[in-house]
C-alpha cells in the first residue's frame, strides 16, 4: 500500500500583508467555509484563512436542511469541526443562519402526514431547533444571523411559510427564542439588495418595531453581493447611514463582487447552456481568464468598496467574503449554472489578485 503524505500547505500569499492586521482598527475582517475547507481538505485554502481572517462563518453547514435534516436528528460533526477550527485559531465565530424560508426542509412545516401545522406546533419547532443548535454551541459562537432574508423588494414580508403559518411575529419570536438560548451571543438581522429603498426601509420598520418591544438586535447584516458597478458606491454609502440610525452594528456579512455583466442574485436559477450562442457570451465572457482591463476593474471597486468601509469604521463591526478562491463562490453556478466569475480576492489557485493588493493600499 502507497501511503500519500497529508498536503502540507503552502501560503500562497507570502511576501503580502495580513488583512485583518491592514483592518485591525477598522473591523474583523472574516471568509465564509465551505464543507471541504472545514474538513481540512484544502489546505491552501486554510492557510489563507488562518494567515488573513479573525472572523468565520459556515457557507452551508448550520443552515436547517444540512444540521436538522429530519426530526430529531441533528447532524453536528461538521459544524463541531468548523468552531474547533476557529476557537483553534481565536476567531470571532459565527453562526448562519437560524430561521431562513430557503434550504429549510418541507417537514419542518408539515405533520407526518403532510399537513401544514398550526402556528404553536410551528413556534415549538422553531424553539427546539434554536435552543439545540445554539444551546450547543453556547458562549463558543459569538454571533448569530438569527433571521435571514425576511423581506421584499417592495418592504413586505417575503412570502414564506414561517409568515404563513406562525405571521409577521415568527421574527421577533425568533430573537426572543435565540436571546434565551444563549444571552451573552450578538444577535443578527441578515439581508441582501438595500439599494431598493422600499426594502431597506421595510427592514428598517422591522428592527425598529422589534427594537419598540424591548427585543434587542445587535447587528444588521448587509451581504454584499455586489457587481462592478451596481449598486453605485454613494447607493451604499446611502443605505449605510440610513441602517446605522437604528443605532446598531452594521456588517458586510457575505461580501463578493461578480466580474460579471449585472444579474439579479435571487433570479430563477437556470443553465448557461439553455441560453443562446449570443446570450452566452455576454453572461459568460471570460470563461478561461479574466482579460486585465476587468482584473483592474475588479481592483478600483474592491478598493472603493473598502474605502468606504473604512470611512464608515465606526458603524462596521466586521467584513466577511462570501468564501476565500473564485473557484469556490457560489456566483459560478447561482443563478446562472456553468459560469466562470472572478468574485474573491484569491484566484482558482489561491493566489492572490489585484484586488486584494488593492484594498492593501487604500
Ligand atoms: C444567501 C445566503 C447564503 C448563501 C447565498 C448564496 O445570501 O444567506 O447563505 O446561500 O445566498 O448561495
Not at 483592518?23 to 472574516?30: P, R, S, T
Amino acid at each position: 500500500m502507497i501511503n500519500t503524505p497529508a498536503r502540507t500547505a503552502t501560503n500562497l500569499s507570502a511576501g503580502r500583508p495580513a488583512l485583518k492586521n491592514i483592518f485591525k482598527d477598522d473591523f474583523y475582517i472574516g471568509a465564509a467555509l465551505s464543507l471541504d475547507q472545514i474538513l481540512g481538505k484544502e489546505p491552501d485554502a486554510m492557510a489563507l484563512v488562518e494567515k488573513h481572517f479573525n472572523t468565520i462563518t459556515p457557507e452551508n453547514i448550520l443552515k436547517w436542511e444540512e444540521v436538522h435534516p429530519a426530526p430529531g436528528k441533528y447532524n453536528f460533526e461538521a459544524a463541531d469541526r468548523y468552531v474547533a477550527l476557529g476557537e483553534k485559531n481565536k476567531m470571532f465565530i459565527i453562526g448562519h443562519t437560524l430561521v431562513w424560508f430557503h434550504q429549510t426542509p418541507d417537514w419542518v412545516f408539515q405533520d407526518t402526514s403532510g399537513k401544514p401545522i398550526g402556528r404553536e406546533a410551528l413556534l415549538e419547532r422553531m424553539r427546539e431547533h434554536i435552543f439545540t443548535v445554539m444551546g450547543r454551541y453556547k458562549g463558543r459562537i459569538h454571533g448569530w444571523d438569527v433571521v435571514n432574508e425576511a423581506i421584499t423588494a417592495e418592504g413586505q414580508f417575503r412570502k414564506s411559510k414561517w409568515l404563513e403559518i406562525i405571521g409577521e411575529d415568527y421574527v421577533l419570536k425568533a430573537f426572543e427564542f435565540a436571546r434565551q438560548a444563549d444571552p451573552d451571543a450578538q444577535l443578527y438581522y441578515n439581508e441582501y439588495d438595500f439599494e431598493y429603498r422600499p426594502k431597506c426601509e421595510g427592514v428598517i420598520r422591522l428592527i425598529k418595531n422589534l427594537q419598540s418591544k424591548g427585543v434587542r438586535v445587535d447587528g444588521v447584516g448587509i451581504q454584499g453581493h455586489w457587481f462592478l458597478d451596481h449598486p453605485p458606491i454613494h447607493e451604499i454609502e446611502s443605505y449605510v447611514l440610513a441602517l446605522s440610525q437604528l443605532g446598531v452594528k452594521l456588517m458586510i456579512t457575505e461580501m463578493d463582487v461578480s466580474a460579471l455583466p449585472y444579474y439579479p442574485v435571487d433570479a430563477k436559477a437556470v443553465d448557461i447552456s439553455s441560453f443562446d450562442a449570443e446570450s452566452q457570451k455576454k453572461h459568460n465572457p471570460y470563461p478561461e481568464v479574466l482579460p486585465d482591463s476587468v482584473q483592474n476593474a475588479l481592483a478600483r471597486r474592491y478598493a472603493d468598496l473598502f474605502a468606504l468601509f473604512r470611512k464608515h469604521r465606526d458603524k462596521f463591526s466586521r467584513v466577511t467574503f462570501w468564501g476565500i478562491h473564485d473557484a469556490q463562490s457560489w456566483r459560478n453556478y447561482l443563478p446562472i449554472r456553468g459560469r466562470t466569475d472572478y468574485p474573491m480576492l484569491f484566484d482558482r489557485h489561491c493566489k492572490p489578485k489585484p484586488a486584494f493588493d488593492a484594498i492593501v493600499k487604500i
